[in-house]
């Protein structure tokens, strides 16, 4: 019995063995599974999230695997990792992090992919300074999207969707989010900082070169181009600068006593808003000539012109900074690339072409017939000595080209204040027109092309080359108007940069070449616009002229027999010898070419006087 008794006992401990065991392995699945689903609701999208939305903000504007090194690539990673943490600490919530990274990125890289297509640069740091200008204008372009760009957008919407699934919450701990979110800062700080040193663009084969800054978003990634461009947010103090040393050497420039001018002739300025001769770039050809007129004034041997190259440091945009080189002669060079001199470094009056000609007796009118506040244009004129502004609300019912102010009717405004000036006063007129602005694809009731390119059937360049005909008609009017005139005059016309890519890349593709395959050359020739002084008196000709804005003031200057003053004295100085200075390069006398940092010392002296004009002032 007892032995019956301990068997029964065996058998009902070995079952309640194999029953234990059993719950044990479900109850093991029932901890693991939420584990592991929790695993891979918010560790794998914590880890590859950040990656997805790196590489689908550069697709906005390129394959990244087609134009970025691999070790880039990690580079680009890690700060969007970096910034997933960072923002992981700050709300305290990864699915509030993740969205909000990825959402930043996907309106940002939008905005960039329209920057780039409008002015071929990417979004740099001091775009910041120019928000009021873009919106003003932000009605001009088209805003049609691509197939791709519609991918990377639907593509993005689905990762926020899959984004909200994710559960990890540290709301509760303070002090970890605190230390976790400023270590993150300091990370960042620490990060920025090595993409500002040499041995990290050398290590990397990070491209560094600004005056090309979509080729530098394509190579080093869109968010790693920006941070190393926030390096040039200041400018520093240049070697051996200080203010004692900038005014002795203006006062070996000046002159004493002041000489007085034999003539004191008007003198027009034309500005021309995206003027170029695509033909630099590149053979072409079109129904009929698309700037005949322009091309004659520019023929060896012209009588009272002289003409050229003007070498300016912008493509596609920021025509400001053309301007503010012409009037003030200081040049780009010596700022950041993509900045804006009106914008971020004129806060008072600076000594221009325009109150050294008012010292001298000149009334002094600056037009542009669109809003005032474009590029702060209503405060930087009367700072740069500027009598009277004309702006669109003083146009009166002017002609229109597409929706713009024709040149025809800038130039009518220029004839009605020339009749209207006191008499015996000299006029100085500085126009910016507005004629040309892009976007080139729309269609108007009031503009009819007229030339087209053979062999292309691009709209945008048939329609640019058609507004350069109808501004050449317009200048040869106003040239014309003037040849008749007793009073002495001299007309200044030039280009303030090339229009974008998108327009003359048919002109690169006829000849066998694209964006992505420029030679050094053929860059350079992208900031080549063409140049002119006429005169309907006697000046010396003088044809093929290679020349940069800052210099272009004193060319005008010394046709008209105006004397220079101190610092122009100086810049006639170093054109003997630098000829071309722009933020794209410096060209020597014997037309090599160099980046400005390989010339510095030789313009340290340059860069001593603008830093004391522009910077520091009194």
């Given at each position: 019995?007892?032995?019956?008794?301990?068997?029964?006992?065996?058998?009902?401990?070995?079952?309640?063995?194999?029953?234990?065991?059993?719950?044990?392995?479900?109850?093991?699945?029932?901890?693991?599974?939420?584990?592991?689903?929790?695993?891979?609701?918010?560790t794998?999208?914590?880890?590859l999230?950040?990656?997805i939305?790196?590489?689908?903000?550069?697709?906005?504007?390129?394959?990244?695997?087609?134009?970025?090194?691999?070790?880039?690539?990690?580079?680009?990673?890690?700060?969007?990792?970096?910034l997933?943490?960072?923002?992981?600490?700050?709300?305290?919530?990864?699915?509030?992090?993740?969205?909000?990274?990825?959402?930043?990125?996907?309106?940002?890289?939008?905005?960039?992919?329209?920057?780039?297509?409008?002015?071929?640069?990417?979004?740099?740091?001091?775009?910041?300074?120019?928000?009021?200008?873009?919106?003003?204008?932000?009605?001009?372009?088209?805003?049609?999207?691509?197939?791709?760009?519609?991918?990377?957008?639907?593509?993005?919407?689905?990762?926020?969707?899959?984004?909200?699934?994710?559960?990890?919450?540290?709301?509760?701990h303070?002090?970890?989010?605190?230390?976790?979110?400023?270590?993150?800062?300091?990370?960042?700080?620490a990060?920025?900082?090595?993409?500002?040193?040499?041995?990290?663009?050398?290590?990397?084969?990070?491209?560094?070169?600004?005056?090309?800054?979509?080729?530098?978003?394509?190579?080093?990634?869109?968010?790693?181009?920006?941070?190393?461009?926030?390096?040039?947010?200041?400018?520093?103090k240049?070697?051996?600068?200080?203010?004692?040393?900038?005014?002795?050497?203006?006062?070996?420039?000046?002159?004493?006593?002041?000489?007085?001018?034999?003539?004191?002739?008007?003198?027009?300025?034309?500005?021309?808003?995206?003027?170029?001769?695509?033909?630099?770039?590149?053979?072409?050809?079109?129904?009929?000539?698309?700037?005949?007129?322009?091309?004659?004034?520019?023929?060896?041997?012209?009588?009272?012109?002289?003409?050229?190259?003007?070498?300016?440091s912008?493509?596609?945009?920021?025509?400001?900074?053309?301007?503010?080189?012409?009037?003030?002669?200081?040049?780009?060079?010596?700022?950041?690339?993509?900045?804006?001199?009106?914008?971020?470094?004129?806060?008072?009056e600076?000594?221009?072409?325009?109150?050294?000609?008012?010292?001298?007796?000149?009334?002094?009118?600056?037009?542009?017939p669109?809003?005032?506040?474009?590029?702060?244009?209503?405060?930087?004129?009367?700072?740069?000595?500027f009598?009277?502004?004309?702006?669109?609300?003083?146009?009166?019912?002017?002609?229109k080209?597409?929706?713009?102010?024709?040149?025809?009717?800038?130039?009518?405004?220029?004839?009605?204040?020339?009749?209207?000036?006191?008499?015996?006063?000299?006029?100085?007129?500085?126009?910016?027109?507005?004629?040309?602005?892009?976007?080139?694809?729309?269609?108007?009731?009031?503009?009819?092309?007229?030339?087209?390119?053979?062999?292309?059937?691009?709209?945008?360049?048939?329609?640019?080359?058609?507004?350069?005909?109808?501004?050449?008609?317009?200048?040869?009017?106003?040239?014309?108007?003037?040849?008749?005139?007793?009073?002495?005059?001299?007309?200044?016309?030039?280009?303030?940069?090339?229009?974008?890519?998108?327009?003359?890349?048919?002109?690169?593709?006829?000849?066998?070449?694209?964006?992505?395959?420029?030679?050094?050359?053929?860059?350079?020739?992208?900031?080549?616009?063409?140049?002119?002084?006429?005169?309907?008196?006697?000046?010396?000709?003088?044809s093929?002229?290679?020349?940069?804005?800052?210099?272009?003031?004193?060319?005008?200057?010394?046709?008209?027999?105006?004397?220079?003053?101190?610092?122009?004295?100086?810049?006639?100085?170093?054109?003997?010898?630098?000829?071309?200075?722009?933020?794209?390069?410096?060209?020597?006398?014997?037309?090599?070419?160099?980046?400005?940092?390989?010339?510095?010392?030789?313009?340290?002296?340059?860069?001593?006087?603008?830093?004391h004009?522009?910077?520091?002032?009194?």
């Amino acid at each position: 019995m007892s032995k019956k008794k301990s068997k029964q006992h065996t058998k009902n401990t070995t079952h309640q063995y194999s029953i234990n065991a059993g719950e044990k392995k479900s109850m093991n699945w029932r901890v693991f599974l939420p584990k592991f689903i929790w695993f891979i609701r918010n560790t794998i999208p914590m880890i590859l999230f950040p990656v997805i939305t790196f590489y689908l903000f550069e697709w906005y504007t390129h394959n990244p695997f087609e134009t970025m090194k691999v070790p880039i690539q990690f580079l680009n990673i890690f700060f969007f990792e970096l910034l997933m943490v960072l923002l992981f600490m700050l709300f305290g919530r990864l699915k509030v992090a993740l969205i909000a990274e990825t959402t930043f990125f996907m309106i940002y890289g939008l905005a960039n992919f329209y920057v780039l297509s409008f002015r071929s640069a990417p979004i740099m740091p001091w775009d910041i300074y120019s928000i009021k200008t873009a919106a003003s204008v932000s009605g001009d372009f088209s805003y049609a999207l691509g197939k791709e760009t519609i991918y990377v957008l639907i593509a993005f919407i689905l990762l926020i969707i899959l984004e909200c699934f994710t559960t990890w919450k540290i709301n509760k701990h303070f002090k970890v989010r605190i230390g976790g979110f400023f270590t993150s800062v300091c990370v960042f700080i620490a990060f920025v900082n090595m993409l500002h040193m040499d041995t990290t663009v050398t290590r990397f084969k990070l491209y560094d070169k600004l005056f090309t800054p979509s080729v530098m978003s394509k190579r080093d990634g869109t968010a790693i181009a920006f941070l190393m461009e926030l390096e040039y947010l200041t400018i520093d103090k240049p070697e051996h600068y200080s203010v004692k040393k900038a005014e002795e050497m203006l006062a070996s420039y000046s002159l004493e006593p002041t000489k007085e001018p034999e003539n004191t002739p008007n003198i027009i300025v034309i500005m021309n808003e995206a003027f170029s001769d695509p033909a630099i770039l590149g053979e072409f050809e079109t129904n009929e000539e698309y700037m005949p007129f322009v091309h004659s004034l520019m023929e060896d041997g012209t009588a009272n012109t002289i003409s050229g190259n003007l070498n300016v440091s912008v493509l596609g945009g920021n025509t400001a900074n053309t301007e503010f080189e012409f009037l003030t002669g200081n040049t780009m060079a010596f700022l950041p690339q993509g900045s804006v001199a009106y914008q971020q470094y004129v806060h008072g009056e600076l000594p221009t072409i325009v109150s050294h000609l008012r010292d001298y007796g000149y009334k002094t009118v600056a037009m542009h017939p669109y809003n005032s506040t474009g590029w702060e244009r209503n405060t930087v004129y009367p700072d740069f000595g500027f009598e009277d502004s004309f702006f669109i609300r003083d146009f009166k019912n002017p002609e229109k080209i597409r929706k713009y102010v024709s040149d025809l009717a800038c130039y009518e405004k220029i004839i009605e204040e020339f009749h209207n000036k006191p008499e015996n006063t000299p006029l100085f007129v500085f126009n910016v027109t507005m004629q040309n602005h892009s976007s080139y694809t729309e269609e108007f009731d009031n503009f009819t092309p007229d030339i087209t390119v053979n062999n292309t059937n691009s709209k945008a360049l048939d329609n640019y080359l058609s507004l350069m005909k109808i501004s050449d008609d317009a200048i040869k009017k106003l040239i014309n108007y003037f040849s008749e005139q007793d009073e002495d005059t001299i007309i200044v016309f030039f280009g303030d940069h090339q229009p974008t890519n998108s327009v003359i890349s048919p002109i690169w593709k006829l000849n066998g070449k694209s964006s992505s395959t420029l030679s050094l050359e053929d860059e350079i020739l992208r900031y080549k616009v063409p140049f002119f002084i006429w005169a309907n008196y006697d000046i010396t000709e003088e044809s093929n002229v290679e020349t940069s804005p800052n210099y272009l003031g004193n060319k005008v200057l010394e046709a008209a027999g105006i004397p220079l003053s101190d610092f122009r004295s100086f810049l006639a100085e170093l054109e003997e010898s630098y000829p071309v200075v722009s933020s794209i390069r410096v060209e020597d006398a014997s037309g090599n070419s160099y980046e400005t940092k390989e010339v510095e010392d030789a313009l340290n002296e340059y860069a001593i006087l603008q830093y004391h004009y522009l910077l520091d002032h009194k």
